[in-house]
């Protein structure tokens, strides 16, 4: 009996396994069934050690900055694909595994068997699902969903094997027989000896296993291909539905047509240099940074907010109450990833509107000894806010919309919080539940070694040197170079630009949106050919200098100047 290769375990586990993980796709839209390539990879993003999902994330990133991948369109999709590799590689094991064992133990394939090992393969991917999934289908459907899928897996696993092995067998019986025929010699019709070639049985093997393969490929290729891209599909419309469901249910609430524009600084003399960033940064590029492979979506008209704990008047608050029995307050907000470098992507402004913090607190009405809120999210995030930070600052506010409209899906619908002067870490979306308490409790990041206070570092980004807009100016040309520099809610009061190492020379400040956005800057610079670099740096509101030293975004935010080569 010849024995299968590893190899080829490992091939008929992750053929299998594609086609699993499309079946399972398609569950999770037909029925929400968890899908559980994705809520393992959140699982294990959990329960690593900090410093080890943080030294994958700067790997993550520094891979595509060294090739020019864009971190906020890609992010997401990268991790996306690592958790279908992750659970790929998971059932190519697992196929591999079984190859070897029976192999080993030089039995034939049977039902029995392959239920085990679909067992065995199941157990770490159900265990994690109910641990994590974000389901609406009962916890014991899930079970016996993903049981019999699994268990399904392995009677195919075990019938592709007994295939396999009977193509081998049949192969090595021809052999026999025709090496056997060998030893007795035949004559040819011209009374010849004729020697038979004894090496066609193991091309015969050869061709017959390929061919099984082939077909076993291609089968289960279609399986993915149709199961997945059904799944895609059913995704996308339940996605587009939700969407209008709730801009349906909530329109006599949202502000209609372009209620942003003016904006407060239309009539600034100091003109954004082309290829500068957009000031007002439109919801589709505006970054997106969650736990989970996928955001989570929560529905508004079922949604109820308790906030409990030290509080003389416990509330459960529907979005509803937070738009309608609130003042609303309208802030422009600059908000940044903790995690970006200098230069990051990773940063976007837009209008917020929300229910102030204060008069929420107010109505629930805080004990003596209440100090913190312990704010908890659908996606399993929790952070602690000091109650003297809210009580000093009557603009951190929960919201309900951006841009005039509902708060998007991706960014933490139905309710978030802001907090100015803070970068994003700080600030729980999707929120669940609010407990006032009198101990504090580190965050979820916090947990994870990342630092407790998280206050925005001022920096400031050359985004273009806008080599085709030179300025002629009688003889002299001027090159226009522009950026954002953004100091949190301290403001800034100077931008200054320095070529190839020379004097630092002041750029002009457009006036910002709101004393919390970043403010955009411009330098026209006397023309010159050749290589040149070009740096910024800036200046607090009350004149305190940048740092300038490079630091890791770990553990408080990266800092260091901006710099950008170009050729003249």
Known sequence: MRKLGLGTGALVGALLTASLMGILYLGRQLFGFPFVPYE???????????NLVTFGIDLMIDTMLFLGISVVDTAKTAERVMAIVQFLAGGALAGAVYFAVMNYRQVKASLFSGLI?????????????????????????????????????????????????????????????????ALTPAESSEDELVTPDIAEPASVEKIGRRQFLI??????????????????????????????????????????????????????????????????????????????????????????????????????LTID??????????????????????????????????????????????????????????????ESVDLDLINSDERIMFCYAWDGNILPIDHGHPLRIWIPDRYGMKQPKWITSIEVTDEYRDGYWVERNWDQVAQVKATSVIDTVAVDHIIEDGDQQFVPIGGIAYAGARGISAVEVRVDGGSWEPAELRAPLSETTWAIWRYEWPFATGDHTFEVRCREADGTPQIEEESDARPDGSSGIHSQDTSL
């Not at 159900?126 to 897996?153: C, E, G, H």
């Not at 239309?266 to 996928?294: C, M, Q, S």
């Not at 908000?335 to 629930?364: F, H, N, P, Y």
């Open 40 to 50: 393992l990879f959140n699982w294990l993003a959990r329960v690593l050690p900090g």
């Open 117 to 181: 090992m679909g067992a065995l393969f199941s157990f770490p991917m159900i265990a994690t699902s109910m641990v994590i999934t974000q389901s609406t289908v009962p916890p014991f459907i899930n079970l016996l969903w993903l049981l019999a899928i699994f268990l399904a897996w392995g009677a195919v696993l075990s019938l592709v094997y007994g295939r396999l092995r009977s193509i081998d067998d049949s192969a090595t019986a021809v052999a026999v027989t025709e090496a056997a025929t």
């Open 215 to 316: 077909r076993l490929g291609a089968a289960t290729a279609t399986v993915t291909v149709v199961s997945g891209g059904l799944g895609v599909i059913l995704a996308s419309a339940e996605r587009r539905r939700l969407e209008q469901a709730l801009e349906g249910s909530m329109a006599h609430n949202t502000t209609e047509g372009d209620g942003r524009s003016p904006f407060p600084n239309a009539n600034d003399p100091v003109v954004p240099v082309p290829g500068t960033r957009p000031e007002y940064t439109p919801i589709k590029d505006h970054y997106k940074v969650f736990l989970e492979t996928e955001p989570t979506v929560i529905d508004s008209t079922t949604w109820v907010l308790p906030i409990t704990g030290l509080v003389d008047n416990p509330l459960m």
């Open 321 to 382: 109450d937070f738009r309608d029995n609130y003042e609303p307050r309208d802030q422009y907000v600059t908000l940044t990833c903790i995690s970006g470098r200098v230069g990051t992507g990773l940063i976007g402004t837009t209008l917020w509107t929300g229910a102030g913090a204060q008069e929420v607190l107010a109505d629930a009405g805080l004990k003596e000894n209440a100090r913190f809120l312990f704010i908890s999210s659908g996606d399993g995030f929790f």
